[in-house]
């Protein structure tokens, strides 16, 4: 009887110890743990880089202080910050087009009937997007990337609970965490903390093409009270560009007005003459 309570005795301590120090599960991958934060780092980019074209068919939610709502679109993304977005009406008719090359942008809205066109600047994307954020970030997202604070230094560890890689980014007294899946190595968690920034969730990681992207991105600017979610449906990975999706050719007949860096409208050519019309 005393040898059958000890050999209890015994399981139940290996039975606690098991629960106390979990093994660690997940599949790193054939290259095994990441041996350095450096690594992880290097891996993630590696990851992120494999996605540098996308174009298909979309759906965005938004929910600001001007209300909720939810859009289909027509959208092509290309590295480094070529967009093309088109909103499209209960019959996939184009109701705004939006185009930028990373420099300049293009901006068609129907109910406005006009064209207007300038530097591509956060200000004038807000135009579009309840968003301000330079092209190449908002191209970044939209391929599933996670911008990224310039290290000071970088901290790793792995949270056996949600079983995935967490990297800590620090410039200063900012810190940007970010919460990692191997063995894709895909971002699909970005917060920050004494930092004024956005946060990022990436879900719906599907392989496509070879590659892993997340079909799924949504944004938090908590300090704007806006929150955008972007949906991929239907997407073509890694395709050759278009390049004529990306130039700024306005509706013929429409007028164009030419728009500062602030979005406001350039005194003498705010109704520049387009194909089609003749001069004002």
Known sequence: MLAAMQRLS???????????????????????????????????????SQVYSLKGDAKLHVDGPQGKGAVSLFA????????????????????????????????????????YRGPATPAN????????????ELAAVMMGRAPKLTADSLEMRFDDKLQLLVLVINRGK?????????????VVKSTAENLNAYELEFGDLATISGVTLPKQATLDARSAKT???????????????DLTLYEFEPPEGIPVVEVDENGDARQGVDAAPVPGQPPP
């Open 76 to 115: 092509a993304v290309t590295h480094p910050a070529f967009i093309h977005i088109e909103q499209l009406d209960f019959f996939g008719r184009p109701q705004g087009v939006f185009v930028t090359d990373g420099t300049r942008f293009g901006l068609y809205m129907s109910q406005d009937g006009k064209y």
């Open 125 to 136: 994307l807000s135009r579009f997007l309840p968003l301000l954020m330079p092209p190449a």
């Open 174 to 186: 900012a810190r940007q965490i970010l919460h990692v899946q191997p063995p894709s190595y895909r």
């Open 10 to 48: 015994v399981l139940l301590i290996s039975l606690l110890g098991l629960t106390a120090c979990p093994k660690r599960i997940a599949d790193f991958g054939k290259d095994g743990e990441p041996r350095s934060a450096q690594e992880l780092l290097q891996r993630i980019t590696v990851a992120e």
């Open 227 to 241: 929150k955008v979610e972007l949906v991929w449906k239907d997407v073509a990975v890694n395709e050759a560009p």
